[in-house]
């Protein structure tokens, strides 16, 4: 695995800090990786780290069936909007009533994170100055998962699987990772 000798939040500041704009004046750093493998923990630790703001792709994913939609959804509602300077802006989704909410809107400059699955998607690459790739073993990431989400995600959790299997090997997400942890 390429560490790069990077093994946690604070290993990771003084390279990400330093990374240039590619998405206008924002720098915009991907965290991807099957569920359940850290992402949104590593994306919470690094953001005050770092004065970064994050899109969590689980507020923006159109429900269970909605993975292979969130890419598109990030390029064109937020990151080509904030490269030429203009608020980001896309509905969120409402898991509950599985219907588009408030739209949450990304300002550009800065940094800003990706955290979920597909934020290192072939089509969004183009605007990240970096490319974070987590993962972990399937029974360690089940148990998260469902620790985090309980029944809720019980019934979706193969679906959803098959999903990121189906993205990241289309996509081969692991392999253009700068770092892999």
């Known amino acids: 695995?390429?560490?790069?000798?990077?093994?946690?939040?604070?290993?990771?500041?003084?390279?990400?800090?330093?990374?240039?704009?590619?998405?206008?004046?924002?720098?915009?750093?991907a965290i991807d990786g099957p569920s359940g493998a850290g992402k949104t923990k590593l994306a919470?630790?690094?953001?005050?780290?770092?004065?970064?703001?994050?899109?969590?792709?689980?507020?923006?994913?159109?429900?269970?069936?909605?993975?292979?939609?969130?890419?598109?959804?990030?390029?064109?509602?937020?990151?080509?909007?904030?490269?030429?300077?203009?608020?980001?802006?896309?509905?969120?989704?409402?898991?509950?009533?599985d219907v588009p909410g408030e739209d949450i809107v990304v300002e550009p400059g800065g940094l800003l994170i990706l955290d979920g699955c597909g934020s290192g998607s072939r089509i969004i690459r183009p605007f990240l100055s970096y490319l974070i790739w987590l993962d972990g073993p399937p029974d360690v990431r089940r148990a998260r998962a469902m620790a985090r989400d309980g029944e809720t995600y019980e019934k979706w959790w193969d679906l959803w699987a098959a999903q990121e299997n189906e993205l990241f090997t289309a996509e081969k997400t692991e392999q253009a990772a700068d770092v892999r942890l």
């Open 44 to 97: 919470r630790e690094l953001a005050p780290l770092l004065d970064a703001h994050i899109l969590h792709l689980d507020d923006i994913y159109r429900g269970w069936r909605g993975l292979a939609d969130a890419p598109p959804v990030v390029l064109h509602d937020v990151l080509e909007p904030i490269a030429r300077g203009e608020p980001g802006r896309t509905p969120r989704w409402e898991w509950g009533t």
């Open 1 to 29: 695995m390429n560490t790069g000798g990077v093994t946690d939040a604070d290993d990771m500041v003084p390279v990400l800090g330093r990374l240039q704009p590619r998405c206008g004046t924002t720098v915009v750093v």
